[in-house]
């Protein structure tokens, strides 16, 4: 089922969603059961799975680092589809344009189609670490809202290459990302909204956010959001505090703001121990807010550790 469905169907009762990452290679798929078991007591519609894109590892060969370009955690599919059947709930393969030509996409989203896969997050991916500015892969989308346009042309039978005889339509509910605090490179937030609208205008059903710690920039959001011509709905995106480091890293990697007086609450913790329990009452009483407000979902993201959004999740749903 479609997540705007799902939304439909809760009638203005907020949604519990997360994500998980898939594990890197040579990892069971075991430890993603594990976490994820857990949280299926709270019943989430749907489970969205990240992809993660190619990146440099070093291999030694005859005592020399050699440099090599491979997809650490693959499988984000086959992961999908094992969620699916496992546990009886929609799963959503996130889906890049980073890494991938169009024609990859297209297989990919006809192999979604077979599996029953009825939602898609369309995402531009991350520049590679060598990168000072993401670069298309050639034969592949240069922004999100070129792959949208892809995935809606499948949806009205339109293939690449104009396959001309077309009786089974892809009928894909897309996802696209939504900031908050703006996207890191965009030049402000009315620009980056533009470029939203235009994800929109190319056929996005819903909106995720990127995390945020301060509600009233997603209140802020959601109210901008609207008044450019965004009346899709925007599922806020929640990241529980885990770790110290988290202090430096969240405002260094996604250019978000951090409120004093979760500073001060991770400053005050001894170990890591105590800055997960910070994170948790912080995500406890943000949702709660979020909630209360009526929000159509809240999404979580799990990093693939379930013991702290299970805590949120209790305390809410
Ligand atoms: P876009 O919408 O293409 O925007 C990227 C930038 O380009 C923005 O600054 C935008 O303002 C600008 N822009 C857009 N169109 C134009 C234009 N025509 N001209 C000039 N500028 C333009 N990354 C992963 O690698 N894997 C994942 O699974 C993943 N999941 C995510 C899930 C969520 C909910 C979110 C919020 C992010 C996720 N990301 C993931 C990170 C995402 O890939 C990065 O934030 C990426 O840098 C931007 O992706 P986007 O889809 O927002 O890109």
Known sequence: MKVTEHIKKAKGKTLFSFEIIPPKKGKSIQELYNNIDPLMEFNPPFIDVTTSREEHVYVKKQGLLEQKITRMRPGTLGICAALKHKYQTDTIPHVLCGGFTKEETEYLLVDCQYLGI???????????????????????????????????????????????????????????????????????????LKRLKEKVDAGADYVVTQMFFDNQKYFDFVAAAKKTGIHVPILPGIKPFAIHKHLQLLPQVFKIDLPEALIAAVEGCKDNAQVRQVGVEWSIQQSKELQQAGVPGLHYYSMGKSSNIKKIAAALF
């Open 118 to 192: 009825d939602n898609v997050m369309a995402l531009r991916g991350d520049t590679m670490s060598h990168q000072k500015y993401f670069e298309a892969t050639p034969g592949g989308h240069l922004y999100a809202k070129e792959l949208v346009t892809q995935i809606n042309n499948l949806n009205s039978g339109k293939y690449l290459h104009d396959v001309l005889e077309v009786d089974d339509r892809a009928d894909f509910c897309i996802g696209v990302a939504g900031y908050p605090e703006k996207h890191l490179e965009a030049p402000s937030l009315q620009t980056d």
